[in-house]
């Protein structure tokens, strides 16, 4: 958006001169007009753009916790009545780093005649679709300090969702990592030594477990950069094919269809897609940009292909209950019987938040449920893999001693 320098007239006959965002002069006329003001001239600022391209470019990101605070802090003091654009002012006095950066575009926009949804459009990282829309729901019913509270509630239940589902990774991938660490050095430092005071006892009948790891140390030993390269380049290759959409669609297909996995990850899209459609029908966004929206947030193009072909049938007059039903091997019967009843009753956001708890609830269950278990999963198996790493050095030492005492 290039900026103005204007000179205007305002209604007392003042000559006023400034500067104005605004995509184009007739844009820039209507924004004035908002503001009491009568364009006289205007001419496009050229260092002033070249100054902006280079502060829009952003290193790093903004966090949901930023976000989830900032929508709190404005939900209060709206509720006060404080004006919108002091709100983000006194706000943006406590921000640090990009997100102040964001804070002070929103302000220049909306004081230059910009709604705020139409301000945060323009930072999708920071304000999804989702929210910028309920957002302008807000602004549209007079109800901007409910709608930053219903966004807080929302946004605090997906990041909890989301800590919930991190939980049953990131313990077995500790354990893991820290194993895979621990036997590399075992087997790249210690197996050699061991390997050379073999060699001196001139033990050359090894038991199997022992020639195992030694072969492994070896590999380990010489080969170790093609090991490191391999690792590397199956990391990067997943990568690519997560970022192309063909393959990414057959990896989300397996999320959903592999059994013992299928019915977590199910619940789990599931639980997001209802919170999201929960919370733009509360906000009083139609049916059909409700599920345009809320289909963008399920991270699997699978399910995401099924409910824009829903959404197509609904556009065409079936209900959304009746279009689901057709796909009820990938959607939980529960959540087509919510919907229904949502439907019939009229309550369909209120469906969809019970059916987004219920989800919360399980998973919450299954999760710990899974870690219970894991636990002693993994405790047994360190056991037996310390426990190989030792018969496979004290085998020989014994039957090395035993071969000493049978001369004797």
Known sequence: MPDFAFKAINN???IIRGTRSAYDITELELRLQRGGLDLITARVIRSVQIVKALQSITIGSVSRTTVIEFSNNMKVLLSAGVPLVDAMKELKGEERG?????LTTLIEDVQ????LHGAMAKWPKCFPPLYANVIEIGENTGQLDAVFGELVVHYKRIEDLKKNSRKALIYPAFVFATLIVVAVLFLGKVFPVIQKMFAEFE???LPAITEFFLSLSHI???QWIYLVAGTVAFVIVIIVLRSIKTSRYCFDWLEIN?????????????????RYLATLQKAGVDILRSLELATRSINNLVLQKVMMKCRQEVLEG???????RNNSKIIPNMVIRMIAVGEMSGTLAEQLEFVAEYYDEVLERRIATFLALMEPILIVFLA???????????????????????NY
């Not at 592999?258 to 209802?274: D, G, H, S, V, Y």
């Open 112 to 115: 230059s005649g910009d709604s």
């Open 384 to 406: 037996g893999v310390g426990l190989a790493l030792v018969m496979a050095i004290l085998m020989p030492m014994y039957e090395f001693l035993g071969q000493i005492f049978s």
């Open 12 to 14: 007392e006959g003042e």
């Open 258 to 274: 592999l059994p013992f996995i299928k019915t977590f990850f199910q619940q789990l899209r599931m639980a997001f897609f209802a």
């Open 220 to 222: 380990i030993q010489t």
């Open 203 to 205: 033990l050359t009948k």
């Open 318 to 324: 079936k209900q959304f209950s009746e279009s689901l």
């Open 98 to 102: 990009i997100f102040k950066r964001v």
